[in-house]
């Protein structure tokens, strides 16, 4: 565990007060925790939507076409 000093302003600290009785908490860190848990899932790690996950398996499933060098690549995008 990390323990940080923090300066915030009232309003934040109402803020705090209110995510805190509001769930139950018994301390302002877990306020905290709560509120950068909900922000993580929300905003930094989105879920993948389950018909993109289907996508993705249907490309996995195909077969390519192999190419021996780059000018036959380049021809075969040309055509």
């Given at each position: 565990m990390v323990q940080s000093v923090i300066d915030?302003?009232?309003?934040e600290d109402r803020i705090l007060n209110i995510v805190k009785a509001k769930y139950g908490l018994k301390n302002k860190s877990q306020a905290i925790s709560l509120i950068l848990n909900t922000y993580?899932?929300?905003?930094?790690?989105?879920r993948l939507r389950p018909?993109?996950?289907e996508k993705l398996e249907k490309v996995k499933e195909e077969k390519g076409i192999e190419f021996d060098s780059v000018d036959n690549l380049r021809k075969h995008l040309e055509n």
């Open positions: 915030i302003e009232i309003n993580s899932e929300s905003f930094l790690e989105p018909e993109f996950l």
